[in-house]
Structure formats: C-alpha cells, structure tokens
Nanobody, 115 residues
Framework: QVQLVESGGGLVQAGGSLRLSCAAS????????MGWYRQAPGKQRELVAA???????NYADSMKGRFTISRDNAKNTVYLQMNSLKPEDTAVYYC?????????WGKGTLVTVSS
C-alpha cells in the first residue's frame, strides 16, 4: 500500500503562490506515476498535473505556465508549485499515486484563493 499525506494548503490572495507537498509512505522511485488532482465545490475532481517515475510531466491546459510539478525521490515527496493563483483555483487538492495497478489517494489539502 501507499499512504499519501498532503500539506501546504491555505488561504492566499489572487496572484499569490503556494507550494503543496505530498509525502509518500514508501519510495516513490518505484511508483509509476504521481499526480495532483483538485475538486472544487459542486464540481468533479480534475487532473491538475502528473509526473511519471521517468520524470515526464503532464498538465491540465488551464494550469500550464502557472503550476509546476516536481518530485524528490530522496524525500519520497512530490511537490506542486502554484503561481499566479486565481479565485477559480480554489479547491481541495489531492495527491494520487499509481502503484502496481492501483491508484492511491491522500485526504487532500484545501487551497482558498481570495479575490
């Protein structure tokens, strides 16, 4: 199993930045892919960004150029740097890990962007 713990959420003004962290309970070197998803009130969960074990990244169109996903294998942690935040980025952000054919989820961290 993989346990994921997110941190770094909070309240920020529009135009500000936050860095989210996702700490995994096992070595992420062996995890096929890890990603960040978000869910705003009344909306479906959507992909924000993902990164494979080889370091390839994928972003949702609305996040390109503003968000950056990265991983530190030594710390078993994946990060999401979020810049130029907008009120519409307000959501619960979840970390996910794909390992041995199964997807694991963290409990999420709330990001609130005020206008």
């Amino acid at each position: 199993q993989v346990q994921l713990v997110e941190s770094g959420g909070g309240l920020v003004q529009a135009g500000g930045s936050l860095r989210l962290s996702c700490a995994a309970s096992r070595s992420i070197f062996s995890i096929t892919a890890m990603g960040w998803y978000r869910q705003a009130p009344g909306k479906q969960r959507e992909l924000v960004a993902a990164i494979t074990s080889a370091g390839s990244t994928n972003y949702a169109d609305s996040m390109k150029g503003r968000f950056t996903i990265s991983r530190d294998n030594a710390k078993n942690t994946v990060y999401l740097q979020m810049n130029s935040l907008k009120p519409e980025d307000t959501a619960v952000y979840y970390c996910a890990a794909d390992w041995l054919g199964r997807r694991y989820w963290g409990k999420g961290t709330l990001v609130t962007v005020s206008s």
